[in-house]
Nanobody
Framework: QVQLVESGGGLVQAGGSLRLSCATS????????MGWFRQAPGKEREIVAAISWSGLATYYADSVKGRFTISRDNAKNTVSLQMNNLKPEDSAVYHCAVAKFPGGMGYYTRQYDYDYWGQGTQVSVSS
């Protein structure tokens, strides 16, 4: 059974930083692309960042580019999201997800390409 557990969320002031982590189990993590998504109240879930299985290819939504960094440690089966210079509009529940299919050269940006999701961790940024 595949499990993903996020941690690291919390309340921070605008301009502050948080580091989210996602621990995975039940799948050969190192062979699958990973993604971070977020969903704010009343809004649709959106892609934040994605990373290929090798870690060599990454994607960032325009809204977080230059502020967020996605990384992975295949030896520890974890994927992280370093979030700097946080803004109130970054407030949301953040979910990590694992891609449906192993291998490939790149990352995945569509929710459809992921089949397992974590329960989410709340990030709240005050102005």
């Amino acid at each position: 059974q595949v499990q993903l557990v996020e941690s690291g969320g919390g309340l921070v002031q605008a301009g502050g930083s948080l580091r989210l982590s996602c621990a995975t189990s039940g799948r050969t993590f190192s062979r699958y692309g990973m993604g971070w998504f977020r969903q704010a109240p009343g809004k649709e879930r959106e892609i934040v960042a994605a990373i290929s299985w090798s870690g060599l290819a990454t994607y960032y939504a325009d809204s977080v580019k230059g502020r967020f960094t996605i990384s992975r440690d295949n030896a520890k089966n974890t994927v992280s999201l370093q979030m700097n210079n946080l803004k109130p509009e970054d407030s949301a529940v953040y979910h990590c997800a694992v891609a449906k299919f192993p291998g490939g050269m790149g990352y995945y940006t569509r929710q459809y390409d992921y089949d397992y999701w974590g329960q989410g961790t709340q990030v709240s940024v005050s102005s």
